[in-house]
């Protein structure tokens, strides 16, 4: 039975050194260590790697949590989480250069996805309408999900697993799991 269980673990141990070593190639010693300096932000981390020149990724946290897996993040990301709001986003994840998060109360993404350069991300429009009150509603993104470049992603909406953004979509309600959104409010324009 111990020797079935090692004999589990050994092919994952083997595939997480290989991943490790390509990260490694991919990002180099200086990505790590701006990785370090970044993740002293959260709190709670796993491998954090940091690609890209300036600016580098910057966190406003004013009084959340936030949480990331091993996660990569490109120059000029910023998070700003609220007061008791949470940011978690999940390993294998990357936030290509010039992502923004903006959790009011709470925003989630899931493992393994890929966010595009100058994507936004917010649970709130983060100013009231003249006769309104401010509106904070969560944002849930499932697992490998694929933003593509400049989409923006408002408050209240879920994304299913497997689905896709369009490059430029302005996503104004949720998607279900395995389909593609495009457009100005995005629409389904397959499901995969
Ligand atoms: C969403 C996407 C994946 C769809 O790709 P695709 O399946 O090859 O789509 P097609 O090019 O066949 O287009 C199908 C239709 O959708 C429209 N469409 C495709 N992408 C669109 C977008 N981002 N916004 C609006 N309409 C879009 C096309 O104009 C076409 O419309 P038509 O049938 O009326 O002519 C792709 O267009 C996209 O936006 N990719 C994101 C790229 C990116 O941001 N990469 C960043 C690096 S990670």
């Known amino acids: 039975m111990i020797a079935a269980s090692i004999a589990d673990r050994a092919p994952r141990a083997a595939s997480a050194w290989r991943r490790g070593l390509s990260r490694l190639r991919q990002y180099g010693p200086g990505g790590y260590l701006l990785g370090l300096l970044l993740r002293r932000h959260f709190q709670q981390a796993g491998v954090v790697l940091v690609r890209g020149g300036l600016p580098l990724p910057s966190v406003e946290n004013h009084g959340g949590r936030i949480e990331v897996g091993n996660c990569a993040f490109f120059q000029g990301v910023r998070l700003e989480c609220w007061s008791d709001a949470l940011i978690r986003i999940g390993t294998g994840t990357y936030l ?14 899931g493992r393994d996805c890929k966010i595009a350069r100058d994507v936004i991300i917010m649970d709130t429009d983060q100013h009231a309408l003249p006769d309104g009150a401010l509106i904070v509603r969560p944002v849930e993104i499932g697992d490998r999900v694929w933003i ?5 992603i408002l408050k209240g909406v879920s994304i ?23 457009g100005n409010a995005a629409h389904v324009l397959r499901s995969l």
């Open 96 to 109: 290509n250069r010039g992502v923004e998060i903006v959790a009011g109360r709470s925003v989630v993404i």
């Open 148 to 152: 593509g470049a400049r989409a923006m």
């Open 160 to 182: 299913g697993s497997d689905s896709v953004i369009g490059a430029g979509a302005i996503v104004t309600r949720s998607v279900p799991p395995r389909t593609v959104v495009v």
